[in-house]
């Protein structure tokens, strides 16, 4: 009994999320493939989801080594499950030649599939497996990650989104969040970071077409991308709902309906927030202008009609997060200051709080009348920059008939704290998701999210909240957090400790434990002091005291300089755990490849060489002040040798990283690598006299980031 007992443990010992209930049979599970699959009274395609995941499933006329059965139950599986998680409560039978999955629902059966899959990965890695019998169901209703509009999500293939919400199934989460329209400020080549995702039917002139310049390394030579985000130009976003649909997964549009809005305003003027002359400021709507109604109901109907009611589908998110005045969304001059207020005279009647209450319950009702049973809006710009969840916005939604319907999604991504407007409880009685962060700045750096993650979905349960949804881009170096996201929305009180060693078994078997303190070691580099003074993306957003574009590296340097010693400390605080995780992760990685473990020997790799890079500099800065002729003339191949290892590590991260995230990581490490190339060349007129040490340029005035287009 003992030993099948631990044969049992190995699919609770890797499960994710973490099983209630897992009770081991008497046999041993040694073979699953060729697999036949028999489906009653459902209507799901699993033979397609057992194929995606590579098994191999019995031809016609062919014998099965093992017959796995998925049937729809008439009430909850089992007995003891809490009413708001029957439907998507499921019992996995394990047995030595045949599976059993039992559920009520759809969404329960893919839950049960998931376990099955991962049990048939065990036996697939010749390791032998217990049987088991599987009583599951989860804690939180909506499970979850948005995936915002930006850098990578813009360049994903309709298979790459279904890879990811593949493994959403796998994690049995039931939300994918898609960004379609969100803009930001002036960041690269002199032009607005915005991006929408569909089209606006009758309004052919509204895209946002994107450049991207980087160094490739691996092939040597520079490379340019002008494109379409490809949802936009293939139009699949409504292809990606109706899969998620078949696999139990709502996917769910999230566009910016006010803030994070400049592309629309200054395209139709019309419709622009207006100063108090009345001109069109391209930044925010005019919410007293009949046709900016017009034009949000009929690009907002459209989405429903188009790609959701086709597939059922029936939750959107509004956003309206961060209403504010922002430097950079003006394209003619970054460094301007351009509020979303506007300050025509019909708007300057009533006070900006009871127009955003009024666009609120307007637009819920809107989206209520179109089918949407599920109208989410973050929580920040009600609670946090004002107070408007007050008695009287509550009682026009209950009077509408909406309050059931609106859902307050209250985000915050702080690994210290919570902000003490950031709590379901406030929501008065409202729906509530909470929204940590998984991962996002894959174009710039790895960051440690786990404690937010934690911190914010322990909140979401100890005061109610229904759903956790984060905020992300996919990325495989963040793998380990949404696997925290998966088992903490599954499982009140789940934590990194109790995930991040399941994780790490199943992606480096006996090297688990190694994998952990290369994870740890990156998770410190991440967290040093310099991190966001030595990578480019602090220096894209305009600054009204500097010069824009920014001066990098010279800002980053003369930073550290200020700090005297500790500069040069910060950047062993990163350099050095870097360092130690690519050694660990150099032998788990094997041959390579785009997986977990080679996309953060990949980060690891950025963070070493950018502390190395940037410490190599501050020597040559210290070399070339001295003004000994033999130290300034060992300059020139310092800056050749600075760029050699900053070339390797960039192919690291090209080999490894996705190929729709390449483009963008490698578009901030070619300003460094542009920089040490004119660095080189003016090093050496130095040694020679025909450039003063004080006429050494220390940034790249028009590089690759920065090119107008």
Not at 344 to 360: K, P
């Amino acid at each position: 009994m003992g030993t099948t007992l631990s044969h049992a443990a190995e699919l609770e010992g890797e499960l994710i999320p973490a099983p209630k209930r897992a009770l081991p049979g008497r046999g041993v599970v040694r073979r699953i493939e060729p697999i036949g699959i028999t489906v009653r009274g459902l209507r799901l395609d699993a033979r397609v989801a057992l194929e995606r995941a590579g098994l191999t499933v019995a031809r016609r006329g062919e014998t099965p080594a093992y017959e796995l059965i998925v049937e729809r139950t008439r009430s909850a599986p089992f007995s003891g499950i809490p009413a708001t998680a029957a439907p998507e409560a499921y019992r996995c039978a394990v047995g030595a030649r045949k599976g059993l999955i039992q559920a009520s629902s759809a969404g329960g059966a893919w839950n049960g599939i998931a376990t099955f899959l991962a049990a048939a990965r065990i036996v697939r890695q010749g390791r032998v497996l217990g049987e088991v019998l599987v009583e599951d169901w989860p804690d939180m209703a909506w499970r979850g990650v948005f995936m915002e509009d930006k850098w990578g999500t813009d360049l994903m293939s309709l298979e790459e989104w279904k890879r990811v919400l593949d493994t959403l199934v796998g994690l049995k989460m039931n939300v994918l969040g898609v960004g379609l329209y969100g803009c930001w400020c002036v960041q690269y080549g002199g032009r607005v970071t915005e991006f929408l995702m569909a089209s606006v039917p009758g309004h052919a002139e509204l895209r946002t077409q994107g450049a991207i310049r980087w160094h490739s390394a691996m092939e040597g030579r520079a490379k340019e991308l002008v494109y379409l985000p490809r949802m936009f130009a293939e139009d699949f976003f409504g292809q990606l709902v109706a899969y998620g649909s078949s696999r139990g997964v709502r996917v769910v549009p999230f566009v910016n309906s006010l803030g994070h809005n400049t592309l629309f305003p200054r395209s139709i003027p019309a419709i622009s927030a207006k100063d108090e002359e009345g001109k069109p400021t391209g930044y925010g709507y005019c919410l007293s202008e009949p046709r900016t109604w017009e034009f949000v109901s009929s690009f907002y109907g459209s989405i429903i009609d188009r790609y959701l009611a086709p597939a059922g589908a029936d939750a959107f998110h509004i956003q309206m997060d961060e209403i504010y005045p922002v430097i950079g969304a003006d394209p003619t001059d970054p460094r301007r200051t351009v509020d979303p207020e506007c300050r025509c005279r019909a708007c300057r009647a009533r006070e900006q709080g009871e127009r955003i209450r009024d666009y609120v319950v307007k637009l819920a009702t809107f989206l209520a009348s179109r089918g949407m049973r599920h109208v989410i809006v973050w929580n920040d710009q009600l609670t946090r920059h004002m107070d408007l969840l007050d008695d009287s916005f509550l009682a026009r939604l209950a009077e509408g008939g909406i309050k059931d319907r609106l859902v307050m999604h209250w985000w915050w991504y702080d690994n210290e704290e919570i902000h003490d407007k950031v709590h379901p409880r406030l929501g008065r009685g409202l729906r509530g998701w909470v929204g940590p962060m998984t991962s996002y700045f894959s174009w710039s750096y790895y960051r440690v999210s786990h404690p937010n993650i934690e911190k914010m979905l322990a909140l979401g349960h100890e005061e109610g909240a229904e759903g956790g949804v984060s905020y992300s881009i996919y990325d495989p170096s963040n793998d380990f957090d949404f696997a925290l996201m998966a088992d903490g929305t599954w499982n009140r009180g789940s934590t990194a400790a109790e995930v991040f060693p399941k994780l790490a078994r199943s992606l480096a078997g006996p090297r688990a434990a190694e994998l952990q303190r290369a994870l740890e070691a990156l998770d410190r580099a991440a967290e040093s002091r310099c991190v966001r003074i030595v990578t480019y993306y602090t220096y894209t957003y305009p600054n009204a005291r500097q010069p824009y574009p920014r001066q990098y590296p010279l800002e980053a340097l003369e930073a550290l300089e200020s700090m005297g010693a500790e500069g040069r400390s910060a950047l062993e605080e990163m350099r050095s755990p870097a360092d130690l995780a690519l050694e660990l992760l150099r032998p788990i990685e094997g041959s390579g490849g785009r997986g977990t473990v080679g996309n953060l020997l990949a980060e690891a790799a950025r963070f070493s060489v950018l502390a190395s890079t940037f410490g190599g500099l501050l020597e040559a800065r210290a070399a070339l002040q001295s003004g000994r002729p033999a130290a300034i003339a060992a300059l020139a191949p310092t800056a050749a040798a600075l760029r050699g290892r900053l070339a390797a590590a960039m192919a690291t991260i090209e080999e490894r990283k996705p190929e729709y995230l390449v483009p963008a990581v490698l578009r901030d490490l070619t300003v460094m690598h542009e920089f040490l190339t004119q660095l080189e060349a003016d090093f050496g007129e130095a040694a020679w006299g025909s450039r003063a040490a004080g006429d050494v340029r220390w940034f790249v005035e028009s590089g690759a980031a920065q090119r107008a287009e």
